[in-house]
């Protein structure tokens, strides 16, 4: 195996503790592979050395690809799983003591119900609650000291101490317990702390910028006598702090192991010089980071192309276009901030019949209950009948129809008027909304979901449920934005419903093909490389995200993430405009410091508006004095060239 200077001496480290920081593509798996080696040449027993992963199928890899270089047997496994073993040693625990996910599941779902905590989607918010226990268990938080972004904290507490209520009386415990349990094995027993000392003499882990607080904890703890900690990862791609990691903790190694030595991996063999040098530029204007630069092995020819487009449908229709140039679509990476951004660019890709593939999985937007709202406002202007449609509509907004009124008028929104006792005002609110119903008739689905979101106040609505639950409005404004925007290209409601149609069988189909291109978030895109990698949507508010801006750091991380997926080709875009709202561009694009493609005092010569001389450069946009006009004229540079409508002349 060749290895370059900085491999070979993280190789070749045996004792003591040791970090090695490990950029995008420079070899990392190789390194942890050919260390456990080195280690066993030099008469290591193999059965004291562990290596920890985060996943189930990192863990089988290293195994693999270890069985292929060495007849020894090495003990690869993930945190949970190393740590339940041990549990299941020493407090006799079996297979039947752990909660599967979807056990887990009812039963926080039935103590929502059972205590009367009423909210509008009983699955998104037991999920919700489900991601916040396991940040609280990671953290090693107490549960009067968990501040929930979802829940109010009397609602919190009251499913959290249910939850753990249900768990000990069924005697069963989850994935999460496991961690806090072993934590709390070794804090109390010195004996069976000091026999997996003994046990694990030399631990290796992989990924390590991802270690949350309980699980360093106990690392830190089973390595306490030997101190033979090899650690791997990269403080730059740190990007899981809403799991519960915390890469303060890779930076803070050197004060807690104060001979650990550090080896940088500074070689990518991934991407190219133009990428490499974009990364690097961006990533430097973190703070809280050990300093480091990459080099690219190889250069190209190939310069980042930056784009501009008036919104997302243009956007998606000019990837779209790219794409179905490329030979092989397995080459290709779409890769966006949230994955309901994903729906507009799933909507062109069906389109045109281009396969893809899905690394997360993709929420159907159309099953969701603000989507039924919307879209059963749209059916009562329609149907006037429509009982399900009334019944689900009434009182979003607020309307003051108790359920004893609805029952009278048997759900039909005619009949209201034929109730005894109804106040005037609330007659008003009907009469309302049947003037809002006639005007929505003659509307295609683009403006019938704005007029329900702003004139009729259904956004107002969702703010005001979401006060009164002490939740975050914003996931539910961003869902509404993007369906708003799915439905530009629809006319009727009858049209959406055929795409529906469509939409659910197709994502079915073609979300798990992988000789397609690969659809994924910022975050499930890590450890992913593609010849060719877009970029999606980099403006401000979505990368940076706008709940994002008290960690611009890890924002950062994650941009710096998608853009060395690329190996050689990378294609960054923005929007103009979204949501008929002005948008800006990312602050990070300024970062990267890209190349402008013309110069200044450079001679150009337009088709239409003849020769001129380059006197600014923004971005992809440059301001010419056109000679014949004595104009000064923007221009999208991209736009342009790709049409032919500009040449070169020369410089001044």
Not at 88 to 111: A, D, F, P, S
Not at 155 to 177: H, L, M, P, S
Not at 613 to 618: A, L
């Amino acid at each position: 195996m060749n290895l370059n200077k900085e491999q070979e001496l993280a190789v070749k480290h045996i004792s003591g503790p040791m970090m090695v920081l490990a950029g995008p593509g420079t070899g990392k798996t190789t390194l942890i592979l050919e260390r456990i080696k080195w280690l066993i040449l030099n008469n290591i027993d193999s059965s004291e050395i562990l290596g920890i992963t985060f996943s189930k199928a990192s863990a089988t890899e290293m195994k693999e690809r270890f069985s292929k270089i060495s007849d020894e047997k090495i003990e690869f496994a993930t945190f949970h799983s190393i740590f339940y073993r041990m549990l299941k040693w020493e407090r006799k625990l079996i297979g039947y003591n752990i909660l599967l996910e979807y056990e887990k599941y009812e039963i926080v779902k039935q103590i929502i119900n059972k205590n009367g905590l009423e909210y509008e989607d009983i699955d998104e918010i037991t999920n919700l609650f489900l991601k916040d226990l396991g940040l609280l268990k990671n953290s090693l938080i107490a549960v009067e000291n968990f501040n929930s972004i979802n829940f109010s904290k009397s609602d919190f507490e009251t499913i959290y101490n249910a939850y753990e209520g249900v768990k000990e009386e069924i005697r069963k415990i989850d994935f999460d317990d496991i961690l806090v349990m072993c934590y709390e094995m070794f804090k109390g027993n010195e004996y069976i702390l000091e026999k997996y000392r003994e046990k694990y003499k030399y631990i290796i882990i992989d990924e390590f910028q991802d270690i949350n607080i309980v699980q360093f904890e106990i690392i830190k703890m089973m390595a306490g006598k030997y101190k033979n900690l090899f650690v791997v990862g990269d403080d730059d791609q740190s990007i899981y702090a809403f799991r519960g990691a915390r890469p303060e903790i890779f930076l803070r190694l050197p004060k807690i192991y104060e001979n650990i030595k550090k080896v940088n991996l500074i070689n990518n063999y991934r991407s190219s010089d133009k990428i490499i040098e974009a990364a690097n530029n961006l990533i430097l204007n973190n703070e809280l980071r050990y300093e480091k630069e990459l080099n690219a092995n190889f250069e190209s020819d190939t310069e980042i192309n930056l784009k501009k487009y008036s919104d997302a449908n243009e956007e998606a229709e000019s990837i779209v276009s790219k794409i179905k140039k490329i030979k092989s679509l397995s080459d290709v990476a779409v890769i966006y901030r949230n994955n309901v951004q994903a729906n507009v660019l799933i909507e062109h890709l069906l389109d045109h019949n281009i396969r893809f593939n899905t690394r997360d999985d993709i929420a159907n937007i159309f099953n969701h209950w603000v989507f039924k709202d919307i879209i059963s406002y749209v059916k009562l202007a329609n149907d006037k009948d429509d009982v399900e449609s009334f019944k689900r509509i009434i009182n979003k907004p607020n309307r003051y129809m108790s359920k004893s009124v609805i029952m009278k008028a048997d759900y039909n929104l005619k009949r209201i008027y034929e109730v005894q006792g109804l106040k005037t005002w609330q007659l008003d609110r009907i009469d309302e909304l049947t003037y809002n119903l006639n005007k929505l008739k003659k509307m295609n689905m683009y403006d019938a979901f704005k007029y329900i979101r702003k004139d009729i106040g259904y956004d107002n609505h969702i703010k005001t449920y979401c006060l009164e639950k002490s939740i975050n409005s914003d996931p539910l404004i961003n869902i509404l934005d993007e369906l708003t925007e799915l439905v530009k290209s629809f006319e009727t409601i009858a049209e959406i419903e055929d795409y529906i149609i469509k939409y659910e069988k197709q994502i079915k189909e073609s979300s798990k093909d992988k000789q397609g291109v690969t659809l994924t978030t910022m975050h499930s895109a890590k450890g992913l490389e593609f010849e060719h990698v877009f970029v999606i949507s980099t403006n401000e508010d979505i990368v940076p995200h706008e709940k994002s801006y008290d960690d611009i750091e890890e924002e950062r991380r994650l941009f710096y993430v998608s853009i060395t997926r690329a190996k050689r080709n990378l294609h960054i875009s923005y929007l103009n405009e979204k949501f008929d709202k002005k948008m800006k561009k990312s602050r990070f694009i300024l970062e990267l410091k890209l190349k402008p493609k013309f110069s200044i005092n450079e001679k150009i010569k337009h088709k239409k508006f003849g020769e001129g001389t380059v006197k600014e450069v923004d971005g992809e946009t440059v301001y010419v004095v056109f000679d014949r006009l004595f104009l000064k004229r923007p221009l999208n540079i991209d736009y342009c060239v790709e049409n032919d409508l500009i040449q070169k002349v020369g410089s001044e």
